[in-house]
């Protein structure tokens, strides 16, 4: 069911992409592979984000029913159930994205695994054909070997996305306006948020350079693509949402 729901269409659909459009690289294919597939999930990406918003202006009421109950854990959680379910809110639709994102991330490993040095025929439907690929991104980088100016970009965006996320900036604002003897967790939240800024792009930039070419050597390069256009669309896509949202709210208001 795997191989038939999640790893052929994506297969199928990136080499259709060299096949329909054999004068672009490997590279270029892989950037409009990456945004077909984020619009494809944009509506749940959608829920998702909304409901950070939502939660986010909850955060007040939320923050005194913690202290109104925190002898009472089971009471206070119950309570703040409550709370989301009278506002609409679903806290955990962020979990079906993971869920959903998951294996279709581990198909994309095998995918671009799969795709270099050569195409395999026999995960092609019969209406596409096998093209040539070329493996030199825009001329200049051999996509078949890591590379480490694209590792070097991949931490770029990353640091960029997490910098300018609206959901990121909003818990580091509440987090310096939060007392520290009224909301430990925001606190904590805000501080990790803080050091995330610098972690997350080191760490794309050690697994986009060492450890993801230790498994996937023929691959590294491709997955630093498709993880710069993923994380750089992820943040437009947020911040669209949410000035979106933020219009909405005002002209309601």
């Known amino acids: 069911m795997y191989q038939t729901l999640i790893f052929r269409p994506l297969y199928n659909g990136l080499v259709g992409i060299i096949d ?16 077909i597939v984020k619009l494809i999930l944009f509506p749940l990406s959608r829920t998702s984000i909304l409901t950070q918003a939502r939660m986010k202006e909850v955060e007040p009421e939320m923050a005194q029913l913690k202290a109104k109950y925190a002898n009472d854990r089971q009471v206070q959680a119950m309570k703040i159930m409550e709370l989301y379910k009278s506002k609409g809110i679903r806290p955990f639709s962020g979990i079906l994205l993971l869920l959903i994102q998951l294996p279709i991330l581990l198909a994309l490993i095998s995918v671009f695994y799969k795709i270099i040095p050569d195409i395999h025929p026999e995960f092609l439907y019969n209406f596409i054909s096998v093209p040539v690929i070329k493996t030199h991104f825009l001329g200049l980088i051999d996509l078949t070997q890591k590379s480490l100016i694209l590792s070097f970009i991949t931490a770029g965006a990353q ?34 948020n803080k050091q995330m800024k610098f972690l997350l792009p080191i760490l794309a930039f050690v697994s986009t350079y060492w450890i993801i070419p230790s498994q996937f050597p023929a691959a590294a390069a491709i997955i630093a693509i498709y993880w710069t256009v993923s994380t750089l669309f992820t943040l437009v896509q947020e911040l669209f949402i949410m000035y979106r949202y933020s219009r909405k709210v005002r002209i309601v208001s």
């Open 159 to 192: 640091f960029f996305q997490l910098y300018f996320s609206p959901a990121v900036r909003a818990q580091t604002r509440q987090s310096k306006t939060t007392p520290t003897n009224v909301d430990f967790s925001s606190q904590l939240a805000g501080s990790m």
């Open 20 to 35: 329909v459009l054999p004068w672009i690289d490997l590279g270029m294919a892989v950037i409009i592979f990456t945004v």
